[in-house]
């Protein structure tokens, strides 16, 4: 027997509706690249989505065509958000930090139709056009009087006259909830980057789960900044979420510095943050520098690499904000788990705290997890245990773009993640690491993520990354390589002894490197694929 409720679909342009009609005045503030900072409420957004989605049918795009963004985290960006998926098209945004021929070649693969640029993108964009194949059209997301005038991109249209003339008085058509609604390229550090394809009914469930008190708790009295771009998973959800609870929204913008970003925090009265560990540091960084506070953020959310020990305790004991620690990536949506102590663990003291704060955290409802050994057989749930984590539910993908990499699925359904990971009775997961990352050593395995974790506690350390260096007897050995904070003394003995009271002996680096910057993935991720070019050729000390 079936049930009787009624069937309607979960759609992304019903969550703009319901900002629009229940919170119309609840306000998104920009920092716009042009400068000033623009401030309108989800009654105007939702007008202007509405202007974006006339302006696609006036250009003869159609449901399922794609169509590309560059841009940053703004009022705009977010228009197209819905503009784009509200009328059936795919809205896929392209990480403007990727090398030009990797946006070169998602663009063709994803074969873009129109890309929508945001201003200092332009000159990034004119000259990659040759390469193309797809793109009819270019949207400067701006007005004509802001125009560089000597930019060479033939037909360049102009968003604030594209929107102009339309009325905004579309109505939303109703589709089938799994139609594709948004799309996004794995960061790709190895072979080509991968398309992961989200459905409208993913999208909805995601930010349902997302807003969960103990997922990321949030409600009509959230203030959300997000930092983690646009372009990066849909800034993991927010831009969603926000409208579905009626939080206010604060977009930052290019300016992702110490000072912007602490500016808006405070003007804006931020609550909720979100963003990878570089930018936390240089927000750190900048407070600790001008002896500032933090007056109403209440959470930051680390995501995207492993929250570094050092890093919770200062938010928490100097600015007074409490870290969810959060694991994701791009084929869930992202979110997987987010880490909140359960009631019991708050009598616990400030170490035994601190150790559970750091695992990755527990899954909401929807996301399923299990940690396997080399053969696919499950291992215990006793926190101990690390195996290959796989995860399933209805926010994970099934495939990549274009049946890219073939079958990924495992047997029930089952997505490996890449990562290795234990999970504890409580449900909490923690990463052990990239299966990539892990250094075999004798046949043990050595978190690269604990030892980074080790050497980040120490004060003079910016930032280290461990990798598994070739070794004649043991396989692999780990070495360090460290970014020194300016004007600080700090030699290879010092940081070992350091590290000697923090891990096992077994594990301890056979040696440290010091260099004068850590590289980056075009998502703030330690480029391990880099250092491991960088030292392929290292001969241990202990060789
Ligand atoms: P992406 O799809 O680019 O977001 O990358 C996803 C990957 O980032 C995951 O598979 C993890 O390896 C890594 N990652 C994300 N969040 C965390 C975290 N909190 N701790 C450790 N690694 C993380």
Redesign the pocket.
């Known amino acids: 027997m079936l049930g009787l409720m009624q069937d309607r679909p979960l759609l992304i342009q019903h969550l703009i509706d319901h900002a629009a009609l229940n919170h119309g005045d609840t306000e998104i503030v920009s920092r716009t690249v042009e400068g000033p900072i623009h401030r309108y409420a989800y009654r105007d957004a939702q007008k202007r989505s509405k202007k974006v989605a006339e302006t696609l049918l006036a250009l003869g795009i159609k449901p399922g065509d794609r169509i590309g963004t560059l841009a940053w985290n703004g009022y705009r960006h977010f228009e197209l958000y819905y503009g784009i998926s509200g009328m059936g098209a795919v809205c896929h945004t392209i990480n403007p930090r990727l090398f030009p021929e990797q946006i070169a070649y998602i663009v063709n693969h994803a074969e873009d139709q129109i890309l929508f640029v945001d201003l200092n993108l332009l000159p990034a964009v004119e000259k990659l056009l040759p390469l193309f194949k797809t793109v009819r059209h270019v949207v400067a997301m701006t007005d004509r009087t802001h125009l560089p005038p000597d930019l060479k991109i033939p037909n360049l249209l102009v968003y604030e006259e594209l929107l102009a003339d339309k009325p905004g008085t579309y109505e939303w058509p109703e589709f089938d909830e799994h139609t594709a609604s948004s799309l996004c390229y794995?960061?790709g550090t190895t072979g080509n980057p991968k398309g992961v394809l989200y459905s409208h009914r993913s999208t909805v469930l995601h930010s349902y789960a997302g807003a969960l008190p103990d997922t990321l708790d949030l409600s009509a009295r959230s203030v959300i900044l997000p930092v983690v771009p646009m372009f990066?998973?849909n800034a993991w959800g927010l831009p969603y979420a926000a409208p579905m609870v009626g939080a206010k929204l604060v977009f930052p913008g290019v300016a992702l510095d110490g000072a912007s970003l602490h500016e808006l925090f405070e003007t804006e009265k931020v609550t909720f943050t979100a963003g990878v560990p570089t930018v936390w540091l240089a927000l750190l960084n900048h407070m600790q520098a001008n002896k500032l506070k933090l007056s109403t953020v209440k959470y930051a959310v680390?995501?995207?690499?492993?929250?570094p020990p050092a890093m919770i305790e200062t938010f928490d004991r100097d600015y007074g904000v409490e870290v969810l620690?959060?694991?994701?990536?791009?084929?869930m949506s992202?979110l997987g788990s987010v880490n909140h102590p359960k009631a019991r663990h708050l009598s616990l003291s400030h170490e035994e705290l601190l150790a559970i704060r750091l695992k990755?955290g527990r899954p909401p409802f929807g996301v399923d997890m299990k940690i396997v050994d080399d053969a696919g057989k499950e291992l215990p749930r006793d926190g101990k245990a690390f195996g290959d984590l796989l995860v399933r539910g209805p926010w994970i993908t099934s495939g990549y773009f274009k049946g890219e990499g073939g079958d990924v699925l495992r047997e029930g359904g089952w997505f490996p993640?890449?990562?290795v990971a234990t999970l504890d009775p409580d449900g909490y997961m923690q990463?052990t690491d990239?299966s990539k990352d892990v250094i075999k050593s004798g046949g043990e395995w050595i978190s690269s993520?604990d030892l980074e974790n080790a050497a980040m506690a120490h004060p003079a350390v910016a930032e280290a990354a461990v990798i598994g260096v070739a070794h004649p007897k043991w396989d692999e050995r780990p070495l360090l390589i460290v970014h020194r904070k300016p004007d600080v003394v700090l030699d290879k003995k010092e940081l070992i002894d350091f590290l000697g009271s923090k891990v096992a002996k077994w594990w301890l680096p056979d040696d440290v490197q010091f260099v004068d910057a850590i590289p980056h993935?075009a998502?703030g991720?330690i480029l391990k694929t880099r250092l491991r070019e960088d030292f392929k050729d290292y001969k241990l000390p202990t060789a």
């Open positions: 794995t960061s990066h998973v680390i995501g995207g690499s492993a929250a620690h959060a694991w994701g990536m791009s084929e992202p990755q993640t890449g990562d990463i990239r993520i993935t998502t991720k």
